[in-house]
Nanobody, 120 residues
Framework: QVQLVESGGGLVQAGGSLRLSCDAS????????MGWYRQGSGNQRELVAS???????NYADSVKGRFSISTDNANNTVYLQMNSLKPEDTAVYYC??????????????WGQGTQVTVSS
């Protein structure tokens, strides 16, 4: 069982900042991609940002220039720095890790989610 421990969510005013962390250090799996998704009320879960083990980052258009994803590969930890937050960023944010166990077996695990609320 892979455990992802998320932290850093909370309530912030518009224009403020938050930093999310996801600790996958208890995982012994070889992680290829770490990322953050979010799901707002009544919406589908969507990708916010992801980063490969090689450091290549990908962002949703809605957060480009405001959010930054980074990792501490030595500790299997991924961070999401969120600046200039907007009310529309309000959602539950989920950490995700993906990789390959063998040539034919992949894995895809989710954290429990952390609430981010941005007030106007």
């Amino acid at each position: 069982q892979v455990q992802l421990v998320e932290s850093g969510g909370g309530l912030v005013q518009a224009g403020g900042s938050l930093r999310l962390s996801c600790d996958a250090s208890r995982s012994t799996l070889r992680i290829s991609v770490m990322g953050w998704y979010r799901q707002g009320s009544g919406n589908q879960r969507e990708l916010v940002a992801s980063i490969t083990s090689g450091g290549r980052a990908n962002y949703a258009d809605s957060v480009k220039g405001r959010f930054s994803i980074s990792t501490d590969n030595a500790n299997n930890t991924v961070y999401l720095q969120m600046n200039s937050l907007k009310p529309e960023d309000t959602a539950v944010y989920y950490c995700n890790i993906q990789g390959r166990i063998s040539p034919l077996r992949t894995f895809n695990y989710w954290g429990q989610g952390t609430q981010v609320t941005v007030s106007s």
